[in-house]
């Protein structure tokens, strides 16, 4: 390779666009050269933190055994390809979240299990997203990512702030990050280096550089490259396609189509190809290297989106919780296959002799066991090696133990992303099993 000098920040450049490159088998993305008998450095560990609220059906949340045989209740049903590479955590929870009993004090301490200030002021803790971004965030482009499908409620709940229950990221106690709900800005944070209307597309501004590239690689990287490009393309067109359906996810106003011009970005109708997309940034946000961290909030806690694709349209998120219905089931198996997305996306992409959802660790998890409010323990299920830190096929139960504290597992999954902490919310050691 004579033409390109390559550094741990290898990207394509074009007018105001930068787009990192997936892993090479010819080039050295990821780091330093091999020195001695010392490898050089892998692909990196990437952390994505799934959010739902309201819980899940109260009798169909559970695994039974260990490995690739183990038995999911039928909320978890769309994981079950996953099941060798799959974590089911049973029993932990957030002492904090037991002392409102509502939704927004069971959601604004979710990821940081800090104390949670009421009468409608704002004070928390800085979740664990936002710790590890701010110890590792400056190797990326974004320290990190954080993604949602329903826009932040203001509004006051029961003497708590429902900005509580809108937001799982915090970037310090009284801030919450940042939510994007655009696809086309969350994009536009991946691969522009400015927020720009009317820009042509990111793949055109880089195209020659990429050409270039082509010259300096194997016929598999390039193959790679051509397969990459393309699903950027893909995106791209998802995007403007979503952009052009107009606003109107959730409550209906009165009129069927907007009385002014529509803006060309937009908040997309349909609530399968808002998550669809979102889960696709996501992923390629984790391909690119442009984070390592994302959170990905599908609804709020307390929430109001409703869910016509699945026959499910009388009634809002919330108080379909109430009941552990056959549609409230459809409902949860609908949030769980976004999961399984992810997971299918990550694992068709090969990063030297792993793939690039093993060097991933994707977290789901609600505020509340189900929609009775019951935040006695947490529904958690984990997904990915963790860059081989983490053993697939575990059933783990803490349920009789006396530290079973919500903040051991973040204690270990910042363990696992280079981040240590001695102590973090109410938790003084991680769990030794993940």
Known sequence: MTTHQFSRRTMLRGLGVSMALPWMESLRVWGDEPKGKEPGSQAPTRMAILFSGCGY????????GQGSEMELGKVLHPLNDFRDRLVFIRGLYNAEALKGNIHSSQTGNLLSGAPLSAGGTIRSGTSVDQVVAQRIGHQTKLPSLVLGCEKANPSVHKNYS???SSHISWSSPT?????????????????????RKGDRSVLDAILADAKDLRRDISQTDQQKLDEYLNSVREVEQRIERAGQRGELQGWRPTLTKPNIPRPKDGYPQDIVEH???MCDILVLAFQTDTTRVCTLKL?????????????VDYMIHHLLSHNDTDDWLKVNQFFLEQVAYIARRLDAIQEGERTALDNSMIMLCSSMLNGHHDASQLPVVMVGGGGGRIKGGQNLDYLGQSDRQMSRLYLSMMRN???????????TRPLAEV
């Open 275 to 277: 998550m669809k997309l």
């Open 299 to 311: 609804n709020n806690d307390h929430g109001t989106l409703r869910f016509p694709h699945l026959g």
């Open 162 to 164: 429902m900005l509580y």
């Open 417 to 427: 992303m280079g981040v240590q902490f001695e102590k973090f919310g109410d938790a």
């Open 175 to 195: 801030t919450p990050t940042p939510l994007e709900v655009y696809p086309a800005l969350a994009f536009d944070q991946l691969f522009t280096d400015s927020v």
């Open 57 to 64: 059906h109260r009798t169909e949340w559970w695994a039974k």
